[in-house]
């Protein structure tokens, strides 16, 4: 049918967004007339919802609020296939109220259980979808919180325009130390070397074995690897001395502090919390972290039209 060709099809699915097999069908039903074939399309907007909904999205935005009380910072991560459409008044709006969402939900509920007035946040995800004409979605949310009867405080940190966030939590002897001007700078430089240095835990303690298996590997493959062999008789030692390295390079407390050697002086974290404490006249513990990374650990899938094209050619 004449106007039913490979770059009719291109043309609609740049105008509209839609996948191959639904410009495809929509030139097919407006018998080649491209118009025709956008009001068809979008008139199926949430058929071409259902059929975008296996692409891939990795842009978006991580957002975080800090509850008025600073008992409590939650965190969410809704994801967009484009940056572009990142921008969009609706989807911004949606996350906004997504985190609204998270900052009412219990304590670890799944993000399947957040609902936006009554609906799931699934469902809306769906509607804005169509909408848009780009998958959404509602990927995590967390929290962090100071336990009832306890003193601290929370702190979020957003970067590079919701690339990349952070939650900290700090508990103290007192709420006259939580409030110390160093103990506030302590939390706001922490949470900014969380979302540079990306650390992956609080402490070392809190590495998983499988992970230090994992690494014991890495650190037994580059001894064998070495052009000056050491005897296999002191690799245990070796092995020991890189793991303290690693640790410091992986948990938090142990990271040299970004913020201290920009001023030319070699601090960890975990001294930077000492000297806070001690200059607030009280105790004052770092309980969690939480870092987010958008788009962090998804398979970006690259569109291949040409690829798309000739595989439809051959049906």
């Known amino acids: 049918m004449a106007g039913i060709n490979a770059q009719a099809i291109k043309e609609l699915r740049e105008r509209t967004q839609a996948g191959m097999s639904d410009c495809k069908s929509a030139l097919t039903e407006a018998e080649g007339d491209m118009e025709k074939a956008v009001e068809i399309i979008l008139k199926k907007g949430l058929a071409k919802s259902a059929k975008r909904a296996g692409a891939s999205a990795t842009e978006g935005e991580v957002r975080a609020a800090v509850a008025a009380d600073r008992r409590s910072a939650t965190m969410v991560e809704v994801n967009i296939q484009t940056d572009f459409a990142a921008r969009n008044d609706a989807f911004r709006q949606f996350v906004g109220d997504v985190l609204a969402a998270a900052e009412k939900a219990p304590e670890g509920a799944d993000v399947g259980q957040l609902s936006i007035g009554g609906k799931p946040v699934a469902d809306v995800a769906t509607e804005l979808t169509a909408r848009i004409g780009e998958k959404v979605a509602v990927r995590r949310w967390d929290r962090v919180?100071?336990?009832?009867?306890?003193?601290?405080?929370?702190?979020?940190?957003?970067?590079?325009?919701?690339?990349?966030?952070?939650?900290?939590?700090?508990?103290?002897?007192?709420?006259?130390?939580?409030?110390?001007?160093?103990?506030?700078?302590?939390?706001?430089?922490?949470?900014?070397?969380?979302?540079?240095?990306?650390?992956?835990?609080?402490?070392?303690?809190?590495?998983?074995?499988?992970?230090?298996?994992?690494?014991?590997?890495?650190?037994?493959?580059?001894?064998?690897?070495?052009?000056?062999?050491?005897?296999?008789?002191?690799?245990?030692?070796?092995?020991?001395?890189?793991?303290?390295?690693?640790?410091?390079?992986?948990?938090?407390?142990?990271?040299?502090?970004?913020?201290?050697?920009?001023?030319?002086?070699?601090?960890?974290?975990?001294?930077?919390?000492?000297?806070?404490a001690k200059a607030a006249g009280g105790e004052v513990t770092l309980t969690r972290f939480v870092r987010y990374e958008r788009g962090e650990g998804i398979a970006k899938k690259e569109d291949d039209f040409a690829a798309e094209v000739a595989k439809m050619a051959a049906s």
């Open 145 to 276: 919180s100071i336990p009832a009867g306890k003193h601290g405080v929370a702190h979020a940190y957003v970067h590079l325009g919701g690339k990349i966030g952070v939650l900290v939590a700090v508990e103290t002897s007192s709420q006259a130390v939580a409030e110390h001007p160093e103990v506030q700078k302590l939390v706001e430089d922490t949470a900014m070397q969380a979302a540079a240095m990306s650390p992956l835990v609080l402490r070392r303690d809190e590495v998983t074995e499988e992970l230090k298996a994992k690494q014991k590997e890495i650190f037994e493959a580059q001894l064998r690897e070495d052009p000056k062999p050491k005897p296999e008789a002191a690799w245990p030692k070796i092995i020991e001395g890189k793991f303290n390295k690693w640790y410091s390079e992986v948990a938090l407390l142990e990271q040299e502090s970004v913020e201290a050697a920009s001023r030319g002086v070699s601090l960890t974290i975990d001294k930077l919390r000492e000297a806070a």
